[in-house]
């Protein structure tokens, strides 16, 4: 079957940096994605890995390692609206999502 | 640019009532439509897609149906709701082809049967 493993809730200090955890086995691999979701909002798009390396935007990173089925979003200088569910989504092989239950970030001051 | 929207954002149905939740998109053609359901500490539940005017393929056996009357509408619905059925209704849209499959989500419905 297929299934996408991410830590359930993570808990870090404000102004800090956390790394974010997922892995995967799919049935093929056609991409790898992490969205954002505020409690009771929907998700936002913050980054898409196809190819191995990592991939920055401002203060969030991206890595992807396709031999290990392994990617993780790096968080830096965090925020309190950093506080949110952080969703890793790998697109098979039918370039359908699978989806991970998400991690939960609680960021203290 | 383009919009999506869904509605209502919230409702409380008894048991065996019916439902429908219609999501619009705007700014767009012929775009990939979906419906995703999301339980408390799961992953998103894909329930429906489609392609195309009244194209709908089902992925998990249900009390659910989805139809696409027009190029840029979905709508979720049920004859009777169950219990089960509660939770957070996200529908989405992709582009049909050229760029990697990012969904970009509607505002959300959240349902809960009583």
């Known amino acids: 079957g297929q299934n996408i493993d991410q830590p359930t809730e993570m808990t870090a200090t404000e102004g800090a940096i956390v790394q974010i955890n997922c892995t995967y086995q799919t049935s093929g691999f056609n991409g790898l994605f992490w969205y954002q979701q505020h409690a009771g909002e929907a998700p936002t798009f913050l980054s898409y890995n196809v190819l191995d390396g990592l991939e920055e935007k401002g203060r969030f990173s991206s890595f992807l390692s396709r031999s290990k089925g392994y990617s993780y979003l790096l968080l830096k200088e965090l925020q309190m609206k950093d506080s949110a569910s952080y969703l890793c989504?790998?697109?098979?092989?039918?370039?359908?999502?699978?989806w991970g239950a998400g991690t939960k970030l609680i960021i203290k001051p | 640019s383009q919009t999506i929207h869904q509605w209502p954002a919230t409702l409380v149905q008894p048991v065996g009532s019916p439902l429908s939740l219609e999501c619009t998109v705007e700014g767009t053609s012929n775009p990939n439509l979906y419906w995703y359901r999301q339980a408390a500490g799961r992953g998103l539940q894909l329930l429906f897609y489609?392609?195309?005017?009244?194209?709908i393929s089902s992925e998990v056996p249900q009390n659910l149906s989805a139809s696409r009357p027009q190029d840029r509408q979905f709508i979720l619905s049920s004859k009777k709701l169950l219990l089960s059925d509660s939770g957070f209704y996200l529908c989405a849209w992709s582009r049909r082809e050229g760029d990697t499959g990012e969904l970009f989500f509607g505002e959300g419905s959240r349902l809960t049967v009583l």
């Open positions: 989504a790998v697109m098979d092989s039918n370039y359908q999502l699978i």
């Open positions: 489609s392609v195309g005017i009244g194209q």
